[in-house]
């Protein structure tokens, strides 16, 4: 529950610093993909504390022990690399795998980025997303002699750069600062052109939190300036409403 209560400042900060620092001024604060997203994530919050907890709750087999990783620091750093890193390939293969991009191009029918976008996503796209740290330290690794703590940590992080890299900020990549820190962290600038109507042939920027594993697997596809448009090509489509999006229903031209 704090962990989702730290989403939701961080998503109504992000918000409120687009409206001061706007990217697009024109979008204005709160649009109509902001209120489906929210409205959306609300839904997503539902099945995560009833389904998801529920498997996490049975999924406790922990076939390989990882007390050896001893250190509170060590056991964050460790799990936050190993989230994003899995992160990165689950959300490659939802660009690369046919039948995993037919749900995961729910995430991408928006044409206004705010950072609320993340919550827009197919209950299929929620289910492996949620699953994936459940198997990964509830089946795979054992670390119930990990700190409590360390776990929603980790995930807070992804939350919060989720919030970030979706910003309707302006970001220069110019700017020397900005520079060292795209080095290493996403930012709006980067993850704007993931979300590139001209996907077809610019499809990459899959980084959650880190940009070093697009830089180390071929998949930067970062411009100078921003995209010209974002969403989706009119046969890729979908309309743009709660249900239509999650019944996969095609926009008409």
């Known amino acids: 529950m704090l962990t989702a209560l730290i989403q939701g400042g961080v998503l109504g900060g992000f918000l409120a610093l687009g409206g001061v620092m706007p990217r697009d001024a024109q979008q204005g604060v709160v649009t109509r993909d902001t209120a489906i997203n929210v409205v959306n994530g609300l839904f997503l919050f539902g099945l995560r504390v009833t389904v ?10 922990g076939w390989i022990d990882a007390s050896a990783v001893g250190a509170p620091g060590m056991q964050l750093l460790s799990a936050f690399l190993l989230l994003d890193f899995t992160r990165y390939w689950l959300h490659r293969a ?42 990964l330290f509830a089946t795979v690794l054992n670390i119930s002699t990990w700190e409590t703590w360390v776990l929603p940590a980790a995930l807070t992080v992804g939350a919060v750069f989720d919030a970030f890299q979706h910003a309707n900020l302006a970001w220069n990549p110019r700017n020397p600062l900005a520079r060292v820190w795209g080095l290493v962290l996403n930012h709006p600038h980067f993850h704007a052109w993931h979300h590139t109507r001209d996907g077809e042939r610019c499809d990459g920027n899959y980084g959650n939190t880190l940009v070093i594993w697009d830089r180390l697997f071929g998949s930067d596809v970062t411009g ?29 031209s």
């Open 94 to 135: 939802h660009h690369r795998v046919p039948w995993l991009w037919t749900f995961h191009r729910v995430h991408h029918m928006t044409e206004r980025l705010d950072a609320t976008s993340g919550l827009r996503m197919h209950v299929v796209d929620f289910v492996q997303l949620s699953l994936l740290p459940i198997v």
């Open 224 to 252: 100078a300036e921003l995209p010209e448009a974002y969403g989706l090509e009119p046969s890729q489509a979908l309309t743009n409403d709660l249900v239509g999006m999650q019944l996969l229903r095609h926009r008409e």
């Open 52 to 61: 998801i907890a529920w498997i996490a709750l049975h999924a406790d087999l």
